[in-house]
C-alpha cells in the first residue's frame, strides 16, 4: 500500500513539474511577444559586442580574482545582487506558477513539493547565468597560482554558485533574514579569496557550503495569508472616497503601491543604490565627465521607477467599473501618479540632493534642472504607458534616450557647462 502511494505520489509530482514548466516557458514567450521591440532594440544595441561575449563572466570570477582589491570586490558583487535580484523578481510570478499557485495551496500537497520544482525552474530561468558562470568558471585558471591553489579557487567558485541560487531562492519566498546570512557567506568568500590560501579556501567552501545547504533544507514557501474585508473597514472606505483630504486624493495609488509593495521596494532599493553611485561619481575627482554619468544614472531612475506605472495602468484597466461608480476624473487620476512617482524620485535622490546643496552648491541648478525635466519625463511616460502597455518599455526607454540628450544640451546652454 506505501509503495502505491509514493508511486501516485511521484507521478502526481512529474505531471506537476510539466504543468509548472510549461507555463513558465508560455509566460515567459508571451512576455517576450508583448516586449518584442524593446527585445530587438537590446540585441541589437548589444550585437557589436558579440565577439567580446566572454565578457560576461567577469562578474563573477571578479569576486574570487585575488588580484582584485576587497572594494572592487565588493562593488561588483552588490550590482550582482541587484541584477540576479531583478531578474528574479521580474520572473517571480511565472517561478512561482502565477495565481494557479494560490489555487493550490488549498490542496495538501507537501510543502518540499513546491520548494522543488520552484528551484529546478529557477534554475531555469538563469538560463543566459549560466553561459556567464561557464565563462567567469573557464578564466580561473588565468590566476597566477599552483594547481592546488587553483583546485581550491575551483571549490571557492562553486561555493559561491551555491550561495548565490540559495540566495535568489530566499528572495523569491521573501525571506530578508536568510538573504542577509547568504550576503554574509558571499563576503566571507570575496575576503578570503584574496589571502592565496588553499587551507584557507577549502574551510571557506566548507563553511559556506554548509551555510547554504542548512540554509536551503530549511527556507520553506510560505502561504499567503488572506485578510477579510469587515463592514466597518467598506463603512470608513466610503466616507474616505466622499471626503476631499489628502488621504482620498492619493488613496487609489497608496492602494496600488501597497499590493505591489515587494516590487515597489525593490525598484526604489535599486535606485537608492544608483544615488549612492551617483554621489560617489560626483564626490570623485579622478573620473572625467561625472556630470554626464550623473545625468545617465538619474534618468535611469526615473525609467526605473516609471516602469511602476504598469500597475497602475493595470488596475485602471481592472477596475473600470470602480471609475463609473466613485466620481474620480481619470485625467485627475493620472496627474496624482505623475505626482507620486515624481515623489518617488525625490525620496530616492535625497543622498545625491544632499550632498550637493552642502558640498557642490554650484551644481544646485544643474541638478534642478534635470530634476524638472525628469518631471516632464515622467509624465510622457505615464502617457506612453496609458497608450500601450505593450510597447511601454520600449517607447519610454526612447523617451529616456531623448531627454538625456536634451537635459545635456539644455545644461550646457544655460550654466556653460
Request: aromatic share 12%; net charge positive; proline share 3%.
Amino acid at each position: 500500500m506505501s509503495e502505491l502511494t509514493s508511486d501516485k505520489s511521484q507521478h502526481f509530482s512529474k505531471k506537476f513539474f510539466q504543468f509548472r514548466a510549461i507555463y513558465y516557458f508560455n509566460e515567459t514567450k508571451e512576455l517576450l511577444a508583448r516586449h518584442k521591440l524593446l527585445v530587438a532594440f537590446i540585441i541589437c544595441l548589444l550585437a557589436p559586442g558579440i565577439s567580446n561575449v566572454k565578457a560576461i563572466g567577469i562578474p563573477f570570477f571578479v569576486i574570487i580574482n585575488p588580484e582584485i582589491t576587497l572594494k572592487l570586490k565588493f562593488i561588483n558583487l552588490i550590482a550582482l545582487l541587484v541584477f540576479l535580484m531583478m531578474l528574479t523578481t521580474a520572473q517571480g510570478k511565472f517561478i512561482k506558477g502565477g495565481t494557479f499557485r494560490d489555487y493550490l495551496q488549498t490542496f495538501s500537497i507537501n510543502p518540499t513539493v513546491h520548494k522543488s520544482i520552484d528551484t529546478i525552474i529557477l534554475l531555469l530561468s538563469l538560463n543566459v547565468v549560466w553561459l556567464a558562470i561557464l565563462f567567469g568558471g573557464a578564466m580561473i585558471p588565468l590566476i597566477p597560482a599552483s594547481n592546488l591553489l587553483l583546485y581550491s579557487y575551483y571549490a571557492l567558485y562553486a561555493a559561491l554558485i551555491a550561495n548565490l541560487i540559495t540566495f535568489l531562492l530566499n528572495s523569491l519566498y521573501s525571506r530578508y533574514i536568510s538573504m542577509l546570512a547568504i550576503t554574509f557567506s558571499l563576503v566571507l568568500i570575496a575576503m578570503i579569496s584574496a589571502k592565496q590560501i588553499w587551507q584557507l579556501n577549502l574551510i571557506a567552501f566548507l563553511l559556506t557550503g554548509i551555510i547554504s545547504i542548512l540554509n536551503f533544507r530549511l527556507i520553506q514557501p510560505h502561504r499567503r495569508k488572506r485578510k477579510r474585508f469587515k463592514n466597518s473597514q467598506q463603512k470608513k472606505f466610503n466616507q474616505l472616497m466622499s471626503g476631499n483630504s489628502l488621504k482620498s486624493t492619493f488613496l487609489l495609488q497608496t492602494a496600488t503601491s501597497r499590493a505591489n509593495r515587494n516590487t515597489l521596494l525593490l525598484r526604489g532599493g535599486i535606485c537608492l543604490l544608483l544615488s549612492f553611485l551617483s554621489y560617489n561619481l560626483f564626490s570623485s575627482q579622478e573620473v572625467d565627465r561625472t556630470g554626464v554619468f550623473v545625468l545617465i544614472l538619474v534618468n535611469l531612475e526615473v525609467y526605473i521607477l516609471s516602469t511602476f506605472m504598469t500597475f497602475f495602468q493595470k488596475d485602471e484597466l481592472n477596475f473600470q467599473l470602480f471609475h463609473r461608480i466613485y466620481p474620480y476624473p481619470l485625467g485627475f487620476k493620472r496627474l496624482i501618479e505623475i505626482i507620486t512617482i515624481f515623489g518617488y524620485l525625490l525620496l530616492v535622490t535625497q543622498p545625491l540632493m544632499m550632498f550637493t546643496l552642502i558640498k557642490i552648491p554650484g551644481n544646485t541648478r544643474a541638478l534642478m534642472i534635470v530634476l524638472f525635466i525628469s518631471l516632464m519625463t515622467i509624465a510622457i511616460n505615464r502617457l506612453l504607458y496609458a497608450y500601450s502597455l505593450r510597447f511601454c518599455l520600449f517607447t519610454s526607454l526612447l523617451n529616456m534616450i531623448g531627454n538625456i540628450i536634451m537635459q545635456y544640451i539644455l545644461i550646457g546652454a544655460t550654466l556653460g557647462n
